[in-house]
């Protein structure tokens, strides 16, 4: 089971960015999924997250520019990100909480992390 981050690079202030995070293998259900992501020097802090029913919450000081969709068919978590500015640079990590088939009828929940997606915003 992986996490499959894309859609990060280089864009100027005021730009748009929209990330992806697709997971796969032998999934049987998605809980939460979200974003955190981590600025050179900083800790790692959430972005945004969304359930399986589509409630959503965001940091507070990113509320009106991002925003998080998901696609349950497709097993896949977007961020839609407006107006982005230099302090957005960061590695953008996609995070979920899932059920796996282990083996036969066994299940288990499980965290997992995506490898990460630079955005750099230029001024």
């Known amino acids: 089971v992986q996490l499959q981050a894309s859609g990060g690079g280089l864009v100027q202030a005021g730009g748009s960015l929209r990330l992806s995070c697709a997971a796969s293998?032998?999934?049987?259900?998605?809980?939460?999924m979200g974003w955190y992501r981590q600025a050179p020097g900083k800790q790692r802090e959430l972005v945004a997250g969304?359930?399986?029913?589509?409630?959503?919450n965001y940091a507070e000081s990113l509320k009106g520019r991002f925003t998080i969709s998901r696609d349950n068919a497709k097993n896949t978590v977007y961020l839609q990100m407006n107006s982005l500015n230099p302090e957005d640079t960061a590695v953008y990590y996609c995070?979920?909480?899932?059920?796996?088939?282990?083996?036969?009828?066994?299940?288990?929940?499980?965290?997992?992390w995506g490898q990460g997606t630079l955005v750099t915003v230029s001024s």
């Open positions: 293998g032998p999934i049987f259900s998605i809980n939460g």
């Open positions: 969304i359930t399986s029913g589509g409630s959503t």
């Open positions: 995070n979920a909480e899932m059920v796996v088939i282990v083996t036969g009828y066994s299940h288990m929940q499980y965290n997992y």
